[in-house]
């Protein structure tokens, strides 16, 4: 693999970093174990398996080259050792808090930024694995991927081999070179046209971000400053339930979900002495842009929708109604359009902006939702 450049939307996740506030996702997964040692003959498993995952061998390295001031590139690390990504962890009787503590550490943004901890239980017959992807390097289901990669490797498609052109194409680079004037003209009109085109959707995204946080009420709880502590909690849904619940009011899964989360964090709020009453922050709820031809592909393709979490309504159904009227609204606009589709913005701003404005003292505080 050679390198090359990241993306806008790379490049603002690499450069929003820090110590309080790292920008790397996780997924924590937990196995039944047949004996005490199963955590680490699944640590040296997994040690294997990555070194043959071409897109975990990839690092980020910012460059300073002059057609690309402020960027930074995606490229081979050398002398990759998964030894160094794939760490082997003391049996532990709590699996959440230790993928709490190790959630709050930034990974080591010299290497390339992943890491999968093999977390062994103290009763001997589980143990969990928790997964951190950089989000500089892949968006929720490129993650999956390459996880997947790691725990089911399957194989790849037969790389496309190069041939040397033919007459038939030779006649078509000649025809090519003759319509070159003609090709320019039609480019550069297009351009024009796409930067208008985008100018315009960048107004009207940024008109939808600020209506949407007009009249919304949130919680100190929600909106503190960042202290780089992280705390992860877990419960088991059966799925059938939820695909009940889906049949009997309507909606789709994610929005039972939302629902879930919107529900847990008003008990979380009353149970605090915070109160729920009057809250309805908003979440960014992220949509993949992939397709099946880009499924393999480094980095970021996503958008999202922002909704307002129904925290204030005490009925459960009340609150499914609430999540699924403003989910219809998003849908009905499309990905590509209202506030969510901020991140698409990032397309707009030149490398050197996001190298700005990634480690300004002034960027937005945490205090919004994420679910995914």
Request: proline share 8%.
């Amino acid at each position: 693999m050679t390198a090359d450049l990241l993306a806008p939307l790379d490049l603002a996740f690499w450069n929003l970093e820090t110590a309080e506030h790292p920008m790397h996702l996780g997924a924590l997964g937990v196995f039944s174990a047949h004996s005490p040692t199963a955590g680490a003959h699944a640590a040296d498993l997994l040690a294997a398996r990555a070194a043959a995952v071409p897109g975990l061998r990839m690092r980020i390295r910012d460059t300073w080259h002059p057609l690309a001031f402020g960027a930074a590139v995606r490229e081979p690390a050398p002398g990759f050792d998964p030894l160094h990504h794939v760490l082997l962890h003391a049996p532990t009787p709590d699996f959440q808090a230790e993928a709490g503590r190790l959630m709050q550490r930034p990974l080591d943004r010299t290497r390339p930024p992943w890491e999968a901890h093999v977390l062994p239980g103290e009763d001997g017959v589980t143990f969990a694995v928790l997964f951190k992807f950089h989000h500089a390097l892949a968006d929720g289901l490129r993650a999956l991927t390459l996880a997947a990669a790691v725990l089911d490797p399957m194989e790849g498609p037969e790389p496309r081999r190069r041939t040397r052109p033919g007459a038939e194409e030779e006649t078509t680079w000649v025809r090519r070179l003759l319509n070159a004037p003609a090709d320019l003209a039609a480019g550069v009109s297009g351009r024009i046209q796409d930067a208008l085109s985008g100018a315009g959707r960048a107004l009207d995204i940024g008109a939808s971000v600020a209506v949407s946080g007009l009249a919304v009420r949130s919680t100190p709880a929600l909106t503190s400053e960042p202290s780089g502590t992280r705390r992860t909690a877990g419960v088991v849904i059966d799925v059938d339930d939820v695909h009940r619940v889906r049949k009997a009011v309507g909606g789709t899964v994610n929005d039972v979900l939302i629902g879930v989360v919107a529900g847990a964090l008003r008990r979380w709020l009353d149970e605090r002495g915070d109160g729920s009453a009057g809250v309805v922050p908003r979440a960014l709820v992220p949509v993949s842009q992939r397709r099946p031809r880009t499924a393999q592909r480094q980095g970021n393709r996503l958008s999202g929708y922002l909704v307002r979490l129904p925290v204030d309504q005490a009925e459960p159904l009340a609150r499914l109604a609430a999540v699924r009227a403003a989910m219809d609204r998003n849908k009905d606009a499309g990905p590509r359009r209202g506030a969510g589709a901020v991140a698409l913005l990032a397309d707009h701003v030149p490398a050197l902006g996001h190298r700005i404005g990634g480690r300004s003292p002034g960027r937005p505080r945490g205090g919004g939702s994420t679910c995914s």
